[in-house]
């Protein structure tokens, strides 16, 4: 359901910002689509889910596992890289405070 809610989202924001993008000189379409494909993604994992389960098919749901083990390693990742490069992000080992919190 989830998958579905963010297509309908994904393509409410693209239908509603498409006018201002021709008027404004700068395209907004891309939150829409990328908030389409996130739920594409979302929507196929949680039907091949819900397809092995009711047919008790070992592969599709071996299938699922990974698929959402590489998601959630993919977003691990994603954060780990963001963390590395900018400095303010989760930055706790200011010596600037002196002791105080």
Do not use: W
């Amino acid at each position: 359901m989830a998958g579905l809610a963010l297509i309908i989202i994904g393509s409410v924001a693209a239908a509603k910002l498409t006018p201002y993008s021709s008027a404004a000189d700068v395209h907004f379409n891309g939150v829409g689509v990328f908030i389409i494909v996130i739920g594409i993604v979302i929507f196929l994992i949680s039907f091949f889910g819900c397809l092995g389960a009711y047919k008790e098919n070992y592969c599709l749901l071996i299938t699922v596992s990974y698929l959402q083990s590489y998601s959630i390693g993919t977003c691990g990742g994603f954060r780990l890289v963001l963390k590395m490069n900018s400095p303010v992000v989760g930055d706790d080992d200011d010596d600037d405070d002196d002791g105080r919190r």
